[in-house]
């Protein structure tokens, strides 16, 4: 079959490599419909992060069940099936506590040391998947094709700005401040919108991304950024910040900026993969009494949650999907992430 | 009259001062009948904070009402009132939000240099409360001696101990591991058992500690430290850790202790002053979905809530003192506290 890997430095290659089989009873084999390109790839990609061997890449896909392991149960072959970015058994003591993405037993798409086998990443054509009742969430029925692209972001982009939103707290009525515009910062804007929240600013500088915030639910857009940002959010909300900010970046700037717009009491749901010299001020937080909550998102647990009203048409996150490519141009579907050209790239094998 | 002035290190005097007046309308003068040592007090005792100038100390008290000034409404002289361990007005965005302690226009006891005139500390006769309608809270009536420690709790330690246990999000059913045994510590305890706790885990070595954590509701306690304190509450809640750490001590020891403690998904709750070097590791909270929260606890608003119990004898925080003494032994009490003879010392003017 024909899979991803990443060799290097902008170095990025559909290659030949062996299908994958079936290694323990719990495992699918899962055909691969839809993959795309996340904001975390580019940093193998640009080079941040090291590389020392050729490695399979893509933790996000749909797809159908083409075989399955023995003890496999509920999923079947057939079936239509989003994978989250990650695989979980639900059934260990952290996936009942709701948070599968530390899963005892669960691991990486594209990690090669494990369960005795290479673990296939998302942007290829087939994907052996481990733990499969606990790891996959069928469709009822084959959906229909338009529905594809936001059934992808339940696989991540969608489940993380949720968990923003959850982290940080957004109930009914709150007001909310998203730093960042990637797609999981406009898909924080949805999520906090569908949780009822009274006022939500997205801080962007992109007419394209701005117009997606809005068609979201975001009801002001604020360009400003640094200590001039933090001004214009704080004016906006009684002089003192919003009830929560989501911070879906992952540097010390953007989590600065989160920090100082959030109001005394309030707090950041973070789910940016915190990078280089990110901290978090202890002195600023305690005086303020200003809470932080966040990480790798369970997005297991949430496409429970998320998946009927996607279904139903009520929330259509896969409008940050704004290129769509054939898997053969994958490398250019990282150069056009990589340049912000697009916001998130669909591949289809 | 007399009142308690820090000069330096362990030196600390009762001396002769000015009676307060009044300064503005929404001021009262208290006469205190109660006050008392705060471990945070140690810190300009100790000289780990420096003292470059005699100041007033002592930020918790309960006392009687001697003047009122033109626009104080609600508060009337006579009555016997609980201050919080700062003042705020409750009508400002802050208060209005529930972070009384971050009031806009409040302040701290024991402060020179604002509202005119000299602002006094707890420890001493008579206390200048600015804001009076919105600091102090009466009681129905004037109450029993036997209750007056638990009432005087309510100034810091008791709302403090609530603070941590909200913060960290203890419910009904929550396992609970407190880190700290001074008195905001054996009060966290106590707020934990009151709002539900399952399992309640008090670390201490102390007996007398340990003793007064059994009676406020701890179901086990913990002697362990470090590395092996924080085996030993994983092996206690199923592998992972406790679903709420209540961090009451504020150095970087007993942070990484709560932090490590928690379960996958679960929250520390912090209320010990951040000494020193105490930060928090993003990394592995990001990696582990641990959140943190907590600060300057708003301890007016809680008094509301918990007034209620200490009033009809459902709560009894008062237990944390083990030692009452005349307001003139004052250098006693602070030498009892450093060198932890006492848990918390009672002072009556």
Request: net charge negative; hydrophobic share 40%.
């Amino acid at each position: 079959m024909l899979a991803t890997l990443l060799h290097g430095d902008h170095d990025i290659r559909l290659e030949e490599v062996n299908d994958p089989q079936l290694s323990t009873g719990g495992d699918a084999i899962v055909r691969v419909v839809a993959s795309c390109v996340c904001g975390s790839d580019l940093w193998g990609y640009r080079g941040v992060t090291p590389t020392p061997k050729p490695k399979r890449i893509g933790h996000e896909f749909v797809g159908i069940v083409e075989q399955v392991g023995g003890e496999v149960s509920t999923i079947k072959v057939g079936d239509f099936v989003i994978a989250p970015f990650y695989d979980c058994d639900m059934t260990c003591v952290n996936c009942l506590n709701g948070i599968s993405s530390s899963c005892l037993h669960g691991g990486w798409w594209g990690a090669d040391d494990r369960l005795g086998g290479f673990a296939d990443g998302g942007q290829g054509e087939l994907v052996r998947v481990p733990h499969a009742d606990g790891t996959l969430v069928a469709t009822p029925g084959q959906p229909d094709a338009a529905l594809i692209p936001s059934l992808l972001t339940l696989a991540d982009v969608m489940g993380t700005g949720h968990h923003a939103a959850k982290s940080a707290g957004v109930t009914a009525g709150s007001t909310v401040v998203v730093v960042g515009d990637g797609a999981v910062g406009l898909c924080a804007v949805l999520a906090a919108r569908r949780l009822g929240a009274s006022r939500i600013v997205a801080m962007s500088r992109n007419p394209a991304r701005q117009a997606v915030a809005k068609e979201f639910g975001a009801t002001d857009i604020v360009e400003l950024r640094g200590e001039e940002g933090i001004a214009a959010i704080k004016q906006m909300f009684d002089g003192v910040g919003a009830d929560c900010v989501l911070e879906c970046v992952g540097t010390q700037e953007s989590m600065d900026q989160a920090i100082r717009s959030t109001r005394p009491g309030g707090m950041v749901g973070y789910v940016g993969v915190p990078n280089g010299g990110a901290e978090f001020p202890i002195r600023t937080l305690f005086g303020n009494n200003i809470g932080v909550r966040g990480g790798v998102a369970p997005v297991r647990g949430y496409i429970d949650e998320l998946l009927p009203e996607v279904l139903s048409g009520a929330i259509e996150p896969g409008k940050v999907f704004d290129l769509e490519l054939p898997l053969a141009e994958v490398s250019e579907a990282y150069l056009a992430m990589d340049e912000r050209r697009a916001i998130k790239v669909l591949l289809r094998p």
